[in-house]
């Protein structure tokens, strides 16, 4: 077995494992705690709440193994909810706890400026251009027309500077969209729903050597 | 160049109207016409650099059946940007089982509207980023539209305006507003309703029916404000295609995402 999609009942597991098979990629499924222990990589998508989501990993007993699974070195990509637990904690609906990975909180993106002619309306949806910060690399070099696909209302605000990779500007403010601590990666926006842009991004995750 | 200062590009949407196991296309959503099949027409457009694709089915809410499902399956396999579902959504389990088919949101319309309580559930159990409103609206007077239900056929004396607005207080995450009077004209969209709509919400607005011509999308772009435009016919008779409507745009100095597949 190679990769693991987490399966904690909080995703669109459909859509990424159709791009792992596009990709020719062997992949498992499985929200079972022991898989984590053999899993080569692992990928860990979700969708809703924050809350929501770390009690779905939670009842699955999940919480422990994969915490022990990042410490291991085994190489982590986190997408959308799955990126911000990650972090230390979450504000939706109350605070959360994370997973404690990625020193952080996840916080409501700025709002509306009714002012502003580029304001981003919340949540928001749609594809955007990142600023990969200087160093910093998402897996890889994005291309010029390699544009992510995002629909979110909250985002991974790492507080360590050298953790995060890439922002996008949102009503004013750089808002940190993509984020790292050695092998464990997390991305707030949706590669798999990136086009071919996306299906590069998730295959540098499949090849790179980021073990530690 | 192109980076994060460049303004994000509209999403330029194809909408699948689907009856049964093809794509129909009518006019004011009445007098439907077979135009292709689902899963070589998402995936011809997402070939073609589509932003984004919306299936409606457009019997489900009237014979109270879900049968879109296999045809969203069989299209997401290959197909990777979002997708849409809309057509009989009515309860919890209907938008799981349309999330396990390769769904990323669903559209709900009669439903919500004969029990608004449903989009606040719905919301709380996938996010509002997952939730769209759609509203078919029909001109009842100057600045005054009705939501009608049941893919256009049903009255429901809901205000347009009111009812958007509600809606985005119980959660919706996005509107996708379709003008039932120009729907299937191809003689331009209803710019009034759009911008009655987004200046009464907050949250993206997504515009359907009526585009006819590339000057009618770069107005409802750039003069109403709108995040996303979902268009059919133009897309399914041949009469814009979607690489000459991207191109029309980014001439006019719009942003458009680039076609990533030669990249």
Not at chain 1, 86 to 91: A, Q, R, T, V, Y
Not at chain 2, 28 to 39: A, I, M, T, Y
Not at chain 2, 79 to 108: E, N, W
Not at chain 2, 147 to 162: F, M, P, Q, S
């Amino acid at each position: 077995m190679t990769v693991l999609i987490v399966d904690y009942g909080r995703g669109n597991l459909f859509s990424l494992a159709r791009a792992l098979e596009h990709l020719d990629a062997a992949y498992q499924v499985s929200g079972d705690p022991e898989m984590l222990e053999l899993a080569e990589r692992v990928i860990f998508p979700g969708v809703g709440a924050f809350g929501d989501a770390m009690r779905g990993l939670m009842e699955r007993g999940l919480v422990e193994p994969l915490k022990a699974a990042a410490h291991r070195g085994t190489p982590i990509l986190g997408i959308c909810v799955g990126c911000q637990l990650l972090l230390s904690k979450g504000e939706e609906f109350g605070a959360h706890e994370g997973l404690d990975l990625i020193p952080g909180t996840v916080g409501r993106l700025p709002d509306l400026r009714p002012d502003d002619p580029n304001a981003t309306r919340i949540p928001n949806v749609g594809w955007r251009w990142l600023d990969v910060r200087p160093g910093a690399t998402i897996l890889g070099a994005l291309g010029e027309n390699d544009l992510m696909y995002f629909v979110h209302s909250y985002a991974p605000m790492a507080e360590n500077e050298e953790h995060v990779s890439a922002t996008i500007p949102v009503n004013g403010v750089d808002i940190p969209v993509a984020v790292r601590r050695d092998n464990v990666v997390g991305v707030q926006f949706h590669p798999e729903k990136s086009g071919p842009a996306g299906l590069r991004l998730l295959d540098r995750f499949l090849k790179a050597d980021i073990r530690v | 160049m192109t980076s994060s200062l460049t303004p994000p590009p509209p999403r330029i949407i194809a909408r699948l109207d689907i009856k049964g196991p093809n794509v129909i296309k009518g006019i004011h959503l009445e007098g439907l016409r077979v135009v292709g099949q689902p899963g070589p027409m998402a995936r011809a457009y997402y070939e073609q650099g589509v932003d984004e694709i919306i299936y409606m089915d457009t019997v489900a809410s009237l014979y109270g059946r879900n049968n879109i499902l296999p045809v969203v399956e069989e299209a997401a396999r290959d197909i990777f940007v979002p997708l849409t579902v809309g057509g009989g959504i009515r309860s919890v389990d209907d938008i799981v089982a349309a999330l396990r088919s390769g769904a990323d949101k669903v559209a709900i319309n009669t439903a919500a509207i004969a029990r608004p309580d449903f989009i606040r559930e719905a919301a709380e159990a996938f996010g509002s980023q997952c939730i769209v409103l759609s509203v078919e609206a029909k001109r009842r007077g100057e600045g005054r539209w009705e939501a009608l239900a049941d893919n256009g056929r049903e009255r429901t004396c809901v205000d347009v305006l009111e009812w958007v607005h509600q809606a985005e207080k119980l959660g919706v995450g996005e509107i996708l507003v379709t003008s039932v009077d120009a729907e299937g004209t191809r003689r331009g969209f209803d710019h009034t309703l759009f911008q009655a709509v987004r200046g009464r919400v907050s949250i993206p607005v997504i515009g359907c029916g009526g585009a006819g011509e590339a000057q009618h999308v770069i107005d409802a772009v750039r003069d109403d404000g709108l995040d996303a435009i979902a268009c059919a016919s133009i897309f399914h008779y041949g009469h814009m295609p979607l690489p000459e409507l991207k191109a029309a745009l980014a001439r006019e100095g719009i942003t458009v995402r680039p076609d990533s597949l030669a990249a």
